[in-house]
């Protein structure tokens, strides 16, 4: 039996074809638990779209375990997992880990829960999550996400009574502000003038960047550099103004948001932005759209600027920025200190391997 000095085996299973924001946060929160007492392995498709992740992962020191079927994660989760924490990419996807393996099962939820689109009847989307996800997601028993406000919606609209809030944290050291001389170069280097707005995201609808190329419009004298690929990206190019600079997929996010002088977020659905985090704590304030996942990271006039009414606020927003620069300083030593003060990579780390350890003795006492 497993002692109290023990650390605690936990099985992470996705079934992700791809890498996404589920698995990008397997492979930072991972490594800071173990100084927390608890011990994960990961369980992912093997197949071509994560073999690159897998081998960033094994490089972490992280056990991985690339399977065809489920059958092969049942055999690992038999070797002595305490927990199995799911994730599922496909619709519906839950009810599979729960047929073939054999728990108890911890549900981590990333979903954006709601597209905050004015005139969209949000029952509509609600009842096509439940359907498609809630449903099974409540199979578990304990769901984990990344904000309180995901949390409270989830106990609110989709009946998840043991669902618990983890919010995120980023590496404050990776992403930290630069000095005037480091950032003075890094522009040089990267092209900036004048003053830049970084927008940071992958073109997909959600991300709203059709808000973003019309606040551009609107504001010619400003530098919008806009870093990620996605479907719309061709679209996004024929409608640009010149003003409007693509840097496609970057592996050097740190620099570009120690360069920039703010980062723009039109975002239409969130649960804890990640990129928000980051510019955060590199001193870079955040405009972003007045959504409830946004707003528990944003106070207006402190970390950044909360806006409403679409690309004519953005532009507005930006531009007052630009006119006080004394202000951006402010907003920008703010920024990294709410970092620091919530979502570090430690912080996080040692939340999550607080609460599971909880779970899996709850689970115990109740066997």
């Not at 073939?100 to 549900?107: E, M, Q």
């Not at 990640?274 to 006039?301: C, F, H, K, M």
Request: overall charge positive.
């Amino acid at each position: 039996m497993r002692t109290d000095a023990a650390p605690l085996r936990v099985l992470f299973v996705t079934d992700a074809p791809a890498v996404g924001g589920s698995e990008v946060y397997m492979r930072e929160i991972i490594p800071p638990m173990r100084a927390h007492g608890v011990h994960a392995e990961v369980a992912m498709p093997d197949v071509p779209g994560t073999a690159d992740f897998r081998a960033q992962l094994q490089e972490r020191g992280i056990p991985v375990h690339a399977y065809r079927t489920l059958d092969e994660v049942a055999r690992v989760e038999a070797q002595g997992a305490h927990l199995t924490i799911l994730s599922s990419w496909n619709p519906r996807g839950y009810r599979k880990y729960y047929r073939a393996l054999r728990g108890p099962f911890v549900s981590l939820v990333h979903d954006q829960l709601m597209l905050h689109i004015p005139g969209l009847p949000q029952g509509v989307y609600r009842a096509c999550y439940e359907w498609l996800q809630a449903g099974d997601i409540r199979g578990a028993q304990h769901v984990i996400t990344v904000s309180e406000w995901g949390a409270e919606y989830l106990r609110r609209h989709h009946r998840m009574t043991q669902v618990h809030a983890v919010p995120n944290g980023v590496d404050t050291v990776k992403f930290r502000p630069g000095d005037p001389q480091e950032r003075a170069a890094l522009r040089e280097r990267l092209g900036f003038t004048g003053f830049t707005v970084l927008n940071p995201a992958r073109m997909s609808i959600e991300k709203n960047h059709p808000a973003v190329i019309a606040a551009a419009w609107q504001a010619p004298e400003l530098h919008f550099v806009l870093v990620g690929t996605g479907y719309l990206e061709p679209a996004l190019k024929r409608a640009a103004p010149r003003n409007v600079t693509f840097l496609g997929k970057r592996h050097d996010m740190p620099d570009l948001y120690r360069a920039a002088d703010v980062v723009l977020q039109p975002t239409i659905a969130e649960n804890q932005s990640l990129a928000t985090l980051e510019a955060l704590a590199s001193g870079t304030p955040v405009v972003t759209n007045d959504i409830p996942a946004q707003r528990e990271l944003i106070r207006l006039g402190q970390e950044g600027l909360l806006v409403r009414g679409g690309a004519p606020g953005y532009a507005a927003a930006l531009r007052a920025l630009a006119a006080h620069p004394d202000a951006l300083r402010r907003m920008g030593i703010v920024a990294r200190q709410s970092v620091l003060d919530g979502h570090t990579m430690d912080g996080n780390a040692r939340h999550l391997a607080t609460l599971l350890k909880e779970l899996a003795q709850a689970e115990r006492a109740g066997r």
